[in-house]
Structure formats: structure tokens, C-alpha cells
């Protein structure tokens, strides 16, 4: 079985003073283990961004440098497998937005969910599973789940 990376998940993975960071360690460590496959979206690399070098002071920032950021992301590469962008990815998310009503900061998931139904991946390893709720076919499974 195949899981996408939510970019909460990422995130906490590399921040290691994130209360769930051995949390997402272990679970990863066991998709690992069982052979299951482990992807990420450029979607994901630019939340990431956005998150990791958002400044501690505002909302969900850990006021990272673009250095250490850069680090971060390049082990985020190293370890998990990019699902490429291709012409299919936004008319799937157009269809999603407009068949669920998505509105507001919620089009970012329904881009992941547009990347999942491209690539036939049915399960999403997330800390927010009600971000996904909405969409049949797709799983969401916290990482205390795995």
C-alpha cells in the first residue's frame, strides 16, 4: 500500500522539538518496515517552506532560517519519493473543488487529494484527519494509527 505525506507530518519529522516528532518517527519507521511506499508533492515542499521559515512569533511558524530549511527539505527529498506534477493533477483538483464545495485554506488538501487520485493512493498519513474526511476513496490515518 502507498501513503502520502500530509505536511504536518514532514514538518514534524525535521522539527525535532514538535511534541509529535517521535510520534511521526515511529510511524514512518513502521511504513518503512512493512514495505510500504512513502510520497511527497511539490505541493507539500511548499508548505513546508512556508511553515519551517514562517517566523515563531505568527501563527504555526517555527521561525527556521532558509538555510536550515533548505537542509530539512533535501532530507524530506533524499528519504521519501516526489510524485511528479503532470496536466492531470489540476483538472482533478478543479473537479474536487467544485464537486465538494472547497473553500478557503482547504483547497491545499483537496490539491494533495487531487495528486492521490492521480496516482490511485488511497491513504494520506496525517495529524488532521477531518481535513480529508470529505473525499470517498481516501483514507486518513493519523500516524498513532499506524
Not at 528519504?79 to 482533478?92: E, H
Not at 478557503?104 to 490539491?111: E, K, S, W
Request: proline share 4%.
Amino acid at each position: 500500500m502507498a501513503y502520502l505525506l500530509d505536511t504536518n507530518v514532514l514538518i514534524r519529522l525535521v522539527v525535532r522539538v514538535d511534541p509529535n516528532h517521535a510520534l511521526i518517527r515511529t510511524a514512518l519507521r513502521t511504513l518503512r518496515q512493512r514495505g510500504e511506499e512513502r510520497y511527497y508533492t511539490s505541493q507539500n515542499l511548499v508548505e513546508f517552506w512556508n511553515v519551517c521559515t514562517r517566523p515563531a512569533t505568527a501563527r504555526g511558524g517555527y521561525g527556521l532560517t532558509v538555510s536550515q530549511t533548505d537542509y530539512n527539505a533535501r532530507l524530506v527529498e533524499r528519504v521519501f519519493t516526489l510524485l511528479p506534477d503532470n496536466a492531470a493533477v489540476p483538472a482533478q483538483w478543479r473537479r474536487l473543488v467544485v464537486q465538494h464545495a472547497v473553500q478557503g485554506v482547504q483547497v491545499h488538501d483537496a490539491r494533495l487529494v487531487a495528486f492521490m487520485k492521480v496516482y490511485r493512493i488511497s491513504h494520506v498519513l496525517t495529524l488532521d484527519s477531518t481535513h480529508f474526511a470529505r473525499y470517498p476513496g481516501i483514507t486518513a490515518v493519523h500516524p498513532q494509527d499506524v
